[in-house]
Each structure stands twice: as C-alpha cells, then as structure tokens.
C-alpha cells in the first residue's frame, strides 16, 4: 500500500512539474483581427489571457508574438504588440518573431533562463 501511494506521489509531481515548465501557445484566430480593436478587447480577448497572465505573475516569462511571412501578419503581429505595450506589459519581455511555417499569428509563453 505504501509503495503504490509513494508511486502516486512521484507520478503526480512529474505531472505538476511539467505543466509548470511548459510554454502555453494562444492562437489568435481571424475573428480577432474582423472587429475593431481596443485596450479592452485585447484585454478581455479568451485568446490571449491564457498567455499573459504568465507573464503578469512570473518574472521570467518572455511572450513571444510569432507569425507567418507575409506583410499582412507582419502588420497584425505589430500592431497586437504595441496594444499589449500599452497595457502596460513590459517591452523587453513582449517579442515578435517571425516563422515562415506558421499559418497564423500566435502567443507563446516561454521561460527566459
């Protein structure tokens, strides 16, 4: 009985470990970029919350803002980091980048060493 409860232990907190150390990525959909944007939409946008609240509570999170070749997401991608800059999130730490694999524009939380 002791040895499956210590087995448990050992697997839940490997568990716990690795969600803690994973990036989250948020896709940011086309209906984002058909409205009008604002501090408050960008704000409340279901999204994008999921990668910044890391890097509202931890210090050693970077964002990434990561995007397609192409003028059009070039554009976008900019324009989503200065609204995020003008929410107050530090610029150091907001990042674009672009992948020409990526089919659209995306957030990604990662740990900065």
């Known amino acids: 009985m002791q040895k ?5 232990l050992i697997l839940s907190s490997l568990l716990l470990a690795a969600n803690f150390s ?7 959909g086309d209906d984002f970029w058909l409205s009008p944007r604002s501090g408050l939409s960008v704000l409340d946008n279901t999204n994008i919350k999921p990668c910044v609240l890391p890097l509202l509570n931890d210090p050693k999170q970077m964002l990434v ?30 990042l674009l980048k672009n992948i020409p694999t990526n089919t659209s524009i995306q957030l990604e939380t990662q740990t900065n060493p």
Request: aromatic letters at 12%.
């Open 4 to 8: 499956r409860f210590f087995i448990l």
């Open 22 to 28: 994973r990036a989250d990525v948020c896709p940011i």
């Open 65 to 94: 803002i990561s995007y397609p070749t192409n003028d059009e997401a070039a554009i976008y991608a900019a324009e989503l980091r200065q609204w995020l800059l003008a929410l107050a999130l530090p610029s150091s730490r907001v």
